[in-house]
């Protein structure tokens, strides 16, 4: 990776987010030590049992790096939430004090560029409700990049904010459970939005699992919030973000053969070029599906067995095939 000059000061809070995990903690909070934000949010999860108390609190250690001038926040639970309620209340919390700012998990480690790319694009687009979040990850960096500019606009991906910023504007109209998905649902609202048949099926089947509980997460609520205000993404043309958590100890990023499992972490050059126009870019939005959200020949194998057994055989059947899905890195 190339070396990064700030352009100047970082000026921009940010929300760190953890739980048990303190190698992979401690190596994002060494990144924001290095960018030096002026305010500093730290939340952190509570233990499922009393063996990971002890893993708990010596993430929370972590505090114990912030030894640049900051005013530093803390939100420790004394009870385990989960993934989506712990997430989303940590940022409940942030938002709460900030109208706009840089949001990081425990497994999304981030170039030092990522942070100046967030802030200017925060103030850049500060009042315009059109732009949703500014993203930090690219999983498409095969993709031949047409013209100079340092991002472009996106509007069909479904989770996957690893490393991200935002405002309160953005946050206000999200929504941990999804109350307006059955009407949207039922009323095809949104059908005419989708690039392809596939992709109108797989978001509508995340978002089905998600409102009834079979998916515990926090962010497909922000896609449908999203898509409900016809809001776009900016994604860098360069990878911002490498996610460090694929492996047995992730929640949803459990195999290190998953092929979002990238390794290309860069830097981007400032000043950045802005995209002369605001056009989704639908080509590339529509590839980005295909590689990296539709279900590949055996998760469709998989779902097709399920729905032709019984219950009971089914729910026996289940932990097997995900196990294999999982040992052979199969998305």
């Known amino acids: 990776m190339k070396d ?45 049992n009393k063996k990971e108390g002890e893993k708990c609190r ?9 030894d640049w001038e ?20 940590a940022m409940d919390w942030f938002w709460a004090a900030e109208e ?4 990081l998990e425990d497994d999304t480690y981030p170039s030092q560029s990522f942070f100046w790319y967030c802030q200017d694009l925060l103030e850049r687009y500060r009042h315009d409700e059109r732009v949703w979040c500014i993203m930090g990850n690219n999983l498409m960096t095969e993709w031949e990049v047409k013209g100079d500019a340092s991002y472009y606009f996106s509007a069909h991906g479904y989770g996957a904010y690893w490393g991200w910023a935002g405002w309160r504007r953005t946050w206000a109209k ?36 998600q409102y009834t509980g079979s998916i515990r997460s926090w962010d497909y ?33 459990v195999s290190e053969k998953d092929r979002r499992n990238k390794k290309d972490h860069s830097e981007l050059s ?31 194998f998989k779902n097709a067995l399920k729905g032709l057994l019984p ?5 026996a059947l289940t932990p097997f095939l995900s196990k294999v899905q999982r040992k052979m890195g199969i998305t």
């Open 58 to 66: 010596k993430v929370r250690s972590l505090v114990e790096l912030v």
């Open 174 to 209: 999200y929504d941990v459970h999804m109350t307006d998905w059955p009407a949207c649902r039922d009323g095809g609202l949104l059908n005419g939005f989708f690039l392809s048949k596939a992709e109108m099926e797989e978001a509508y089947k995340l978002f089905e699992g």
């Open 311 to 315: 219950a009971k055989v089914d729910e």
């Open 100 to 103: 706009e700012g840089i949001v």
């Open 4 to 48: 990064f000059t700030p352009p100047g000061p970082l000026r921009t809070p940010v929300l760190f987010i953890a739980f048990n995990r303190y190698d992979s903690a401690k190596r994002v909070m060494e990144a924001i030590r290095a960018a030096k934000p002026p305010r500093l949010y730290f939340a952190c999860d509570g233990p499922r």
């Open 270 to 300: 400032f000043p950045l070029n802005h995209p002369k126009h605001m056009l989704v870019d639908h080509e590339r939005d529509l590839a980005y599906f295909e590689r990296y959200i539709e279900p590949g020949r055996f998760r469709k």
């Open 221 to 253: 609520q922000m896609d449908l919030a999203r898509l409900l205000n016809r809001g776009v993404t900016c994604i860098p043309n360069v990878n911002l973000i490498r996610n460090i958590g694929f492996g047995a100890e992730g929640t949803h990023t």
């Open 70 to 89: 900051c005013e530093l926040h803390t939100r420790f639970s004394d009870v385990n939430q989960g993934v989506m309620m712990g997430e989303s209340t």
